[in-house]
């Protein structure tokens, strides 16, 4: 499904300076490396965090800058994404480039993973910029998108614990 509302490109300084800010941080005993494969299977988001529908990598593998992937949520939504930085089993960040729906200005979100003593630490960003008429209603579902946006980051640590296969 291609998006019909185009969005503005993201980069680092959006990441830092976005409106709109939400940062997990999971410390686990997961390795960099099953995590990281978690993130990249090709049943990435839809195995794991609960209201994604489907991920779709519409790039081939081996994945790098310049990959994209189409993320749905029921039936109607969908955004398609674009990876501006791949630093494999480290880190990856994409923007938003086209959304289904209307409401969204600029959205990226931006992933690392640090080994830790135990095991590692995902940091997972999510930065987004409303369009000026949907803004109110984003602030209003702050907390409900803090609660779903963390059981995402959880869900990745805990199957990424389990095993993912590709």
């Keep these: 499904m291609m998006g019909r509302f185009s969005l503005a490109a993201a980069d680092e300084d959006f990441i830092r300076s976005a409106p709109v800010r939400i940062t997990h941080r999971i410390e686990s005993e997961a390795t960099c490396e099953s995590v990281w494969q978690t993130l990249t299977s090709d049943g990435a988001l839809a195995s794991w965090a ?6 779709d990598w519409t790039s081939a593998r081996p994945f790098g800058i310049g990959t994209t992937r189409t993320v749905r949520a029921g039936a109607f ?6 990876f501006f930085r791949w630093d494999e089993v480290h ?7 086209s959304a289904s729906l209307p409401g969204f200005k600029r959205f990226a979100e931006d992933l690392v993973l640090e080994p830790t003593s135990a095991g ?8 987004v910029q409303a369009q000026p008429w949907f803004a109110p209603i984003l602030l209003l579902a702050r907390p409900i998108l803090d609660r779903v946006t963390r059981r995402w980051a959880d869900g990745a640590v805990r199957h990424s614990l389990q095993g993912s296969p590709r």
């Design 50 to 55: 609960r209201g994604i529908t489907g991920a």
């Design 77 to 82: 939504a969908a955004l398609n994404e674009r």
């Design 91 to 97: 880190r990856m960040t994409f923007y938003v480039e």
């Design 120 to 127: 590692s630490r995902l940091t997972w960003t999510f930065a």
